[in-house]
């Protein structure tokens, strides 16, 4: 067992975009647990956007000078609780640190199913899936043949979002990214129709070129001129889903997005964002969905990860630079095949 553990505290409130100096990593001893409790080696880590909007100083952000939290999967080493026994598998959300104490009560016990790895359960089978799932599934109530528009979809929630789209049923599956790399893997490998990089003009230009007819559904992880360019792209009786707002979280003095407002009453458009914290009931509906389709080869897992947790600033930091496709993951390294590394953000 090692004699240290290291955490990541955030050490300033950023202006503009995060750098590595607003955060430190500390050496500690390695905890004890405490009676009724256990200790936890984490294994996977997952940094995500809306980390970015609790570095500010809003009502549950981080806390200056303390461990961060986030989505975790570690494995028992010590425990001084009958509900958590050594060896144990488990989910928590004490992450930015390679060890934590945890109760029964903060975990999840994740099930395991033939051919699905660990990481899936931070990814498409974590929060980061059941968002797109629930958003698709529940808020935006897609119907088989209807057309979509993802922003940010090379993203972990944009190529979730484009998977199971397709294994609903979607009609036209349309798309924007960062790069034209981003782009063409989308389409040759994530299902999509078409693909825009956004950098190359006006979103409502460039939308309207990969979806000339419109579009019944637009799932936006951006906000800012995609959102106004679909407004006007939407066909009667659209929806958007409101997922985040990534465009903004580094220049919170932006303006809005401005569009015309009369579409949305002429064309009985509903806008209407989620947490998706507020939808764990369709966590097993999630499973029973996705599941098949992993253990069949239908759905495929489009991850990035980073090997070792002394790059998770760096990982996080690459996220919200958009250097990612699909989920990023930061993995322990003895949890690393043989011979292999994660990419290097």
């Known amino acids: 067992m090692n004699e240290t553990a290291l955490t990541v505290h955030q050490t300033a409130r950023p202006h503009g975009f995060p750098t590595a100096e607003h955060f430190a990593y500390v050496d500690s001893a390695l905890p004890d647990p405490h009676t009724g409790s256990a200790l936890v080696r984490n294994l996977y880590w997952s940094v995500d956007p809306y980390h970015r909007e609790m570095m500010d100083d809003v009502p549950g952000g981080f806390a200056l000078g303390a461990p961060l939290e986030g989505r975790t999967i570690g494995r028992v080493i010590a425990s001084r609780t009958p509900h958590l026994a050594e060896g144990e598998i488990v989910f928590h ?14 975990i999840r016990r994740l099930p395991r199913f033939d051919g699905v790895p660990l990481t899936a359960y931070l990814g498409i089978l974590g929060g980061t899936g059941l968002t797109a799932y629930v958003g698709l599934t529940r808020i935006a109530r897609l119907r088989e043949g209807e057309d979509l528009f993802v922003s940010a979809a090379a993203g972990g929630v944009g190529t979730a979002t484009g998977r199971f789209a397709r294994l609903l049923g979607a009609g036209r599956l349309v798309g924007s990214a960062g790069s034209a790399e981003k782009a063409g893997h989308l389409v040759r490998e994530v299902g999509y129709d078409a693909v825009f990089d956004y950098h190359d003009g006006p979103a409502a230009d460039l939308l309207g070129r990969v979806a000339p007819d419109g579009i019944d559904v637009f799932m936006d992880n951006v906000g800012g001129e995609q959102l106004s360019a679909a407004v006007g792209a939407l066909r009667e009786f659209g929806r958007i889903v409101r997922i985040g707002t990534i465009s903004q979280y580094n220049t919170p003095d932006a303006p809005p997005p401005r569009f015309d407002h009369a579409d949305i009453v002429e064309k009985s458009i509903r806008m209407e964002g989620f947490l998706v914290s507020n939808h764990r009931d369709v966590q097993e509906e999630l499973y029973e969905f996705a599941v098949p389709h992993l ?51």
Do not use: C, Y
């Not at 790059?311 to 958009?322: H, K, N, P, Q, Y």
């Open 295 to 345: 253990q069949s080869g239908r759905l495929a897992l489009d991850e990035t990860v980073v090997d070792g947790f002394e790059g998770i600033v760096d990982a996080f930091l690459g996220m919200l630079r958009g250097e990612n496709t699909g989920k990023i993951i930061v993995r322990d390294r003895v949890e690393a095949p043989s011979g292999r590394s994660g990419q290097r953000l």
């Open 93 to 106: 959300r004490h992450g930015w640190r390679t060890h934590a104490v945890v109760t029964p009560e903060e």
